[in-house]
């Protein structure tokens, strides 16, 4: 299985969307998503989402490594990368 690595902010907030969640807020500094009663806070700035910010937002909202990189595929084709 291939190892989770930084990704776009773009492309993290797509994966979350295509997970159930909606954007319900914004700034111009973050995203805020929400799927039932589980927020998410995405950045907007730098190249790459931290790690530990992915992590964190993977965990709680209990997708897997499998719906993760199902995921990614479509998000990065669905942000033209």
Not at 3 to 8: D, F, I, K, N, V
Not at 11 to 25: H, M, S, T
Not at 33 to 59: D, R
């Amino acid at each position: 299985m291939p190892a989770l690595a930084p990704e776009p902010p773009r492309v993290f907030k797509r994966i979350l969307e295509l997970a159930g969640y909606e954007c319900v807020a914004e700034d111009t500094h973050c995203w805020i998503l929400v799927s039932g009663a589980h927020p998410a806070v995405v950045p907007k700035h730098g190249e790459l989402i931290a790690m530990e910010i992915m992590h964190s937002t993977l965990h709680a909202a209990r997708i897997d490594n499998e719906t993760y990189f199902r995921f990614l595929a479509q998000a990065k084709t669905d942000c033209g990368l």
